[in-house]
Antibody, heavy 121, light 110 residues
Framework: EVQLVESGGGMVQPGGSLRLSCAAS????????MIWVRQAPGKGLEWFSY????????KYADFVKGRFTISRDNAKNSLFLQMNSLRAVDTAVYYC??????????????WGKGTAVTVSS | QSALTQPRSVSGSPGQSVTISCTGT?????????VSWYQQHPGKAPKLIIY???RWPSGVPDRFSGSKSGNTASLTISGLQSEDEGDYYC??????????FGGGTKVTVL
């Protein structure tokens, strides 16, 4: 079964850091771009990061640029998100998703169940 | 980039059709044929139901259909069923390997 499983979420104080992981199973991460999307409580989906299959292209939304770092380890079939300088507005469920289609990420065809991040003092 | 514009809610009776609009700009929906739609039930992960404006992933019923005209994309659910109740999000490629979502539409089956 094709599956993505996120981990690493939790509660952290403002200004703190967290590292999220996304483990893929049932398919090889190699050859797929990967995407992070988040959803604040009661709010909509929000794209914020993309990484190409070889890590040669990385993109961030402005609101996380300079604070979050996306990376991957294809040998371990895993995707990562290092989140620094966390703010209360970063409180959300974080989803990893597999990118497909043209540009390697024009849509997301496999999603994890998400991991919750709460930033609060 | 700014979020795509969707109606906050739509509703219909079982068997009826409902259409959700998704309005973007010439920088996203209007330029690229890469609009996708996602269905999300409460507490669950989003699920891809339409990609590349009007294509179905395997396993998605053809009651769901997508289209696009200019800067506006649309999702139509025909033969509405109780299990179709949930939130629906449009998403468009916006260039430079970035994506933009709509604010979401809550579908209620009366």
């Amino acid at each position: 079964e094709v599956q993505l499983v996120e981990s690493g979420g939790g509660m952290v104080q403002p200004g703190g850091s967290l590292r999220l992981s996304c483990a893929a199973s049932g398919f090889s991460l190699t050859g797929y771009s990967m995407i992070w999307v988040r959803q604040a409580p009661g709010k909509g989906l929000e794209w914020f990061s993309y990484i190409s299959s070889s890590s040669s292209t990385i993109k961030y939304a402005d609101f996380v640029k300079g604070r979050f770092t996306i990376s991957r380890d294809n040998a371990k079939n895993s995707l990562f998100l290092q989140m620094n300088s966390l703010r209360a507005v970063d409180t959300a469920v974080y989803y990893c998703a597999r990118g497909s289609g043209d540009y390697g990420g024009s849509y997301m065809d496999v999603w994890g169940k998400g991991t919750a991040v709460t930033v609060s003092s | 980039q700014s979020a795509l514009t969707q109606p906050r809610s739509v509703s219909g009776s079982p068997g009826q059709s409902v259409t959700i609009s998704c309005t973007g700009t010439s920088s996203d929906v209007g330029t690229y044929g890469y609009v996708s739609w996602y269905q999300q039930h409460p507490g669950k992960a989003p699920k891809l139901i339409i990609y590349d404006v009007s294509r179905w992933p395997s396993g998605v019923p053809d009651r769901f259909s997508g289209s696009k005209s200019g800067n506006t994309a649309s999702l139509t659910i025909s033969g509405l069923q109780s299990e179709d109740e949930g939130d629906y999000y449009c998403c468009s490629y916006a260039g430079g390997y970035t994506l933009v979502f709509g604010g979401g539409t809550k579908v209620t089956v009366l």
